[in-house]
């Protein structure tokens, strides 16, 4: 076979490969790494790197106990191939994505092996959800918990009807892999559709209930095993404080009484239709899902899905990302009864879509006219504000000829109708649909906010004061922005607050200051400062301390 035709025949079996490949690569078009989370990730990299230790994680100088370091790991395997680079840290994240993708053709042929049209079907949802693909580009930690999550389901359903020694050995490996990945987060997806096993397997498994649950146990034996591998010499070698923090104290503290992110029982409830946007404004698919019977896979799915979002909403901590790892499994469950249904489509299946379009495009416009109706003054939107982030801050400043494409687009979508046809046979059209809300909202957001963004400029400027041997601090909180973005050898020195800058000031007069601030709330004067970038809503500054001496 040659190598077009192999290509061609590897597409058409999995549809999904260009899309992904299309998805990363508007990503690494349109945005560079971004603060805080990206850019501290890789941090935390470089700094392992600039070390030469690979045990224990450190940002900014001092031991890093947030998360494990799977990701640092292939980060510097990349580096350790192409050489220290922007690029290659950033594909860590997408190629964990793709195994996502593969993994959950892989549940469904597991889970319906009757039904080929869930497999084809699923992995297509699962990119189509914009809020996955997008975070299928950071360089972050979700989609790697995500593919060892993906990992354990296929081990307890392998195990169903081949209770062996290699399932619950994939099992453990997974478990394995998810501790070193984000830690014992895993546990929370895997151990309830394994203790609800009865319910959703039609039959024994093949070596019978208890040869099931001892493999089982040995296998989560084996992954804990294997985070302790890494754990306990790190803990000896990050100090008594770092040791506790990894061994217990950040998973106690996520659990009990959130560091960040607390939010009410209640929170996931009203945002999960707003995370599988557009496929919850989908009535097809609704309509689909009434008519179809449970059958063992569907039981397989709601033994997960229910306990884990009812154990999420009882944790304190709460964060959209944290539900990541479900999504590909509530694709399988939508396929499943796409697949399977003889539910008609509507004549316009995205006259919604098309609406939501038509409506981005002129809500700047329909609100500057109602404030001159009514008498109140223009608007003035700056898409840097602290509010930065909101979609009026983001539409406004684009360019007459994106909002034009997004009215021909919605307007385009809102009037075509077609035959109808069964409900599934919409869902690569749905997907491509799914697929122009990304770009746009990248290509949106992206446009209007990537000086916001984009913080190469300032790590610049504090690389070379660095390697001239200029004093410099960071004035409050510092998640190690500039450290790899600027290639920084030294740690930067922090402080906060009035008293505590100004001291560092008096000693080292020479030196030079940077912090961010919210403008009208500054704690040192932007009007002396030699540079002010914008900053995710805020402003970024750098000033000569020599210049504020003796204080505002």
Same mark, same amino acid.
């Given at each position: 076979m040659?190598?077009?035709?192999? *290509?061609?025949?590897l597409?058409n079996q999995?549809p999904?490969?260009?899309?992904?490949?299309?998805?990363?690569l508007?990503a690494? #078009?349109?945005?560079?790494?971004t603060?805080?989370?990206?850019?501290?990730?890789?941090?935390?990299?470089?700094?392992m790197w600039?070390?030469?230790?690979?045990?224990?994680?450190y940002?900014?100088g001092?031991?890093? @106990?947030?998360?494990p370091?799977?990701l640092?790991w292939?980060?510097?395997?990349s580096w350790?191939?192409?050489?220290?680079?922007? #690029?290659t840290p950033?594909?860590?994240?997408? *190629?964990?994505?793709?195994?996502?993708?593969?993994?959950?053709?892989?549940?469904?042929?597991?889970?319906?092996?009757e039904?080929?049209g869930? %497999?084809? *079907?699923?992995p297509l949802?699962?990119?189509?959800?914009?809020?996955?693909?997008f975070? =299928?580009?950071?360089?972050?930690?979700?989609l790697?918990?995500?593919f060892?999550?993906?990992?354990? #389901?296929?081990?307890?359903?392998?195990a +169903?009807?081949e209770?062996?020694?290699?399932?619950?050995l994939?099992?453990?490996l997974?478990?394995?892999? =998810?501790?070193?990945?984000?830690?014992?987060?895993i546990?929370?997806?895997?151990?309830?559709?394994?203790?609800?096993?009865?319910?959703?397997?039609?039959q024994?498994?093949?070596?019978?209930?208890?040869?099931?649950?001892?493999?089982?146990?040995?296998a989560v034996?084996?992954?804990?095993?294997?985070?302790l591998?890494?754990?306990?010499?790190? %803990? %000896?070698?990050?100090?008594?404080? !770092?040791?506790?923090?990894?061994? #217990?104290?950040q998973?106690?503290?996520?659990?009990?009484h @959130?560091?960040?992110?607390?939010r009410?029982?209640?929170?996931?409830? /009203?945002?999960? /239709?707003?995370?599988l946007?557009?496929w919850?404004?989908?009535?097809?698919?609704?309509?689909?899902?009434a008519?179809?019977?449970?059958?063992?896979? $569907?039981r397989?799915?709601?033994?997960?899905?229910?306990?884990?979002?009812?154990?999420?909403?009882?944790?304190?901590g709460?964060?959209?990302?944290?539900?990541?790892?479900?999504?590909?499994?509530?694709?399988?469950?939508?396929a499943?009864?796409?697949? %399977?249904?003889? &539910?008609?489509?509507?004549?316009?299946?995205?006259?919604?879509?098309?609406?939501?379009?038509?409506?981005?495009?002129?809500?700047?416009e329909?609100?500057?006219?109602?404030?001159?109706?009514?008498?109140?003054?223009?608007?003035d939107v700056?898409?840097?504000?602290?509010d930065?982030g @909101?979609?009026l801050?983001?539409?406004?400043?684009?360019?007459?000829?994106?909002?034009?494409?997004m009215?021909?687009?919605?307007?385009g979508?809102?009037?075509?109708?077609?035959?109808?046809?069964?409900a599934?046979?919409?869902?690569?059209?749905?997907? $491509?649909?799914?697929?122009?809300?990304?770009v746009l909202?990248?290509?949106a957001?992206?446009?209007? @906010? !990537?000086?916001?963004?984009d913080?190469?400029?300032?790590?610049q400027?504090?690389?070379?004061?660095?390697?001239?041997?200029? /004093?410099?601090?960071?004035?409050?909180?510092y998640?190690?922005?500039?450290?790899?973005?600027?290639?920084?050898?030294?740690?930067?020195?922090?402080?906060?607050?009035?008293?505590?800058?100004?001291q560092?000031?008096?000693?080292h007069?020479?030196?030079y200051? &940077?912090g961010?601030? &919210? /403008?009208? +709330?500054?704690?040192?004067?932007?009007?002396?400062?030699e540079?002010?970038?914008?900053?995710r809503?805020?402003?970024?500054a750098?000033? +000569?301390?020599?210049?504020l001496?003796?204080? +505002?």
């Open positions: 040659t190598p077009s035709r192999y *290509l061609a025949t597409i999995r999904y490969l260009p899309l992904w490949l299309g998805t990363v508007v690494l #078009w349109l945005r560079p790494l603060p805080l989370d990206e850019t501290r990730a890789v941090t935390v990299a470089w700094e600039q070390r030469q230790d690979f045990l224990v994680p940002l900014n001092h031991p890093y @106990s947030h998360k370091p799977l640092q292939g980060i510097q395997l350790l191939l192409f050489g220290v680079n922007d #690029w950033r594909l860590i994240a997408p *190629l964990f994505a793709l195994g996502n993708l593969l993994l959950t053709e892989r549940l469904a042929q597991r889970l319906w092996p039904q080929h869930v %497999a084809r *079907l699923a949802l699962l990119l189509g959800i914009p809020l996955w693909a975070w =299928a580009t950071l360089t972050l930690y979700d790697l918990i995500g060892f999550v993906l990992g354990g #389901w296929l081990g307890l359903l392998t +169903k009807t209770c062996n020694w290699r399932c619950w994939f099992t453990g997974s478990v394995g892999g =998810a501790l070193l990945a984000k830690g014992p987060v546990l929370v997806f895997l151990l309830p559709p394994a203790m609800l096993a009865p319910w959703w397997m039609e024994r498994p093949a070596a019978g209930w208890g040869q099931f649950y001892l493999g089982l146990f040995i034996i084996l992954g804990i095993a294997l985070g591998a890494w754990a306990i010499p790190a %803990a %000896a070698a990050g100090g008594e404080q !770092y040791g506790k923090l990894i061994l #217990w104290g998973f106690a503290g996520r659990v009990a @959130s560091f960040a992110h607390n009410p029982w209640w929170w996931y409830v /009203p945002m999960l /239709p707003l995370l946007f557009p919850t404004a989908w009535p097809a698919l609704w309509r689909s899902a008519r179809t019977a449970l059958d063992s896979g $569907l397989f799915g709601l033994s997960v899905v229910v306990p884990v979002l009812v154990i999420f909403s009882l944790i304190s709460k964060q959209v990302h944290y539900l990541l790892p479900l999504f590909p499994l509530l694709a399988l469950l939508a499943r009864v796409l697949a %399977a249904s003889s &539910v008609v489509g509507c004549q316009r299946p995205f006259w919604g879509v098309g609406l939501l379009l038509i409506l981005a495009g002129l809500s700047y329909w609100l500057q006219l109602s404030h001159a109706l009514t008498g109140y003054p223009e608007l700056n898409p840097h504000d602290e930065g @909101s979609l801050t983001l539409l406004a400043p684009l360019p007459l000829a994106w909002k034009l494409v009215l021909a687009v919605g307007a979508l809102l009037a075509w109708k077609r035959p109808q046809t069964p599934q046979s919409a869902a690569g059209l749905a997907v $491509l649909c799914a697929g122009l809300i990304f909202a990248h290509v957001y992206y446009y209007t @906010s !990537y000086s916001a963004w913080i190469a400029p300032m790590a400027r504090l690389s070379r004061l660095q390697k001239a041997g200029v /004093p410099l601090v960071h004035e409050g909180e998640h190690g922005d500039f450290q790899f973005i600027g290639r920084l050898t030294q740690p930067l020195d922090t402080t906060r607050g009035p008293a505590a800058i100004q560092w000031i008096a000693a007069p020479d030196g200051v &940077v961010r601030f &919210v /403008p009208g +709330k500054a704690l040192l004067p932007p009007e002396k400062a540079v002010i970038d914008d900053y809503g805020r402003k970024l750098l000033w +000569k301390a020599s210049s001496l003796g204080g +505002k």
